[in-house]
């Protein structure tokens, strides 16, 4: 899936990045591992790594509304863990797919074993390389449990308009993992036909057509409290093993 980039909009609308890049070796495409995060079949409980620059840390405001989004779509029964700690920088402006691979060998330390799946979460101080003046990219899925969060693009954002970094950083972290849950029809079948179709290429998923929803390419970081998944893409969830 090519990236996608954040496009100012209006005032409150934006058009949220996020972007699949093809995945190292050693792990799985974006996708393959949906029904390991929806259901407790395989694993029953979930450990998040996330790891920041020196000056990035996540608010604990985004990090308890991620992990209530978590709990309540996740079937976790022994629970849903978030370990964060923080990192100096790598000292990269502009971050390449590679780069991020790069970083991520170097710093993970949560693999998935026993009934655990893990995530990693890295939160850069540098940009992604598909950032323009125009185009903000705000977070990239890239692999089947690894995303990156690109928060100084997040505080220019907030910067330059009026919602706070907060709102704009959980509703980024909470729409990445829309992505490592399949949606839409990026690994959770869809249920009904509500994906959205790129006039660039129609064949494009992982958007939902639905323009309130969490997983929609137009999203309202005003209403990041009650953004949430819509009704059919919390249908596709249940049906894929989710709650």
């Known amino acids: 899936m090519?990236?996608?980039?954040?496009?100012?909009?209006?005032?409150?609308?934006?058009?949220?990045?996020?972007?699949?890049?093809?995945?190292?070796?050693?792990?799985?495409?974006?996708?393959?591992?949906?029904?390991?995060?929806l259901s407790d079949e395989n694993f029953t409980?979930?450990?998040?790594?996330?790891?920041?620059?020196?000056?990035?840390?996540?608010?604990?405001?985004?990090?308890?509304a991620v992990k209530n989004f978590l709990q309540t779509y996740?079937?976790?029964?022994?629970?849903?863990?978030?370990?964060?700690?923080?990192?100096?920088?790598?000292?990269?402006?502009?971050?390449?797919p590679s780069d991020i691979i790069e970083i991520e060998n170097m710093h993970r330390t949560e693999f998935s074993s026993g009934q655990?799946?893990?995530?990693?979460?890295?939160?850069?101080?540098?940009?992604?390389d598909s950032s323009t003046s125009e185009e903000w990219v705000l977070g990239k899925a890239y692999k089947n449990t690894s995303m990156i969060i690109f928060e100084k693009e997040i505080r220019e954002l907030a910067e330059s308009s009026q919602v706070s970094s907060d709102q704009v950083q959980q509703i980024t972290i909470k729409h990445e993992f829309g992505h490592l849950f399949g949606l839409v029809d990026?690994?959770?079948?869809?249920?009904?036909?509500?994906?959205?179709?790129d006039p660039e290429d129609p064949k494009e998923k992982g958007h939902c057509e639905v323009?309130?929803?969490?997983?929609?390419?137009?999203?309202?970081?005003e209403r990041a409290e009650s953004l949430t998944l819509d009704e059919l893409c919390h249908i596709d969830l249940i049906a894929n093993g989710g709650k």
């Open 2 to 37: 090519r990236n996608r980039s954040l496009l100012l909009t209006a005032l409150f609308l934006f058009l949220l990045g996020c972007s699949t890049d093809d995945p190292a070796p050693d792990d799985q495409p974006l996708g393959v591992s949906a029904r390991s995060f």
């Open 45 to 64: 409980s979930l450990v998040v790594e996330i790891v920041y620059v020196n000056g990035f840390e996540p608010s604990g405001i985004s990090l308890s």
């Open 74 to 96: 996740l079937n976790k029964p022994e629970g849903i863990v978030i370990k964060s700690r923080a990192v100096p920088s790598p000292d990269m402006d502009i971050i390449s």
């Open 116 to 128: 655990t799946l893990t995530t990693f979460i890295f939160i850069a101080d540098g940009k992604s």
């Open 186 to 197: 990026y690994g959770t079948p869809a249920q009904s036909d509500h994906v959205y179709r």
């Open 211 to 221: 323009t309130d929803c969490l997983m929609s390419r137009l999203l309202n970081y």
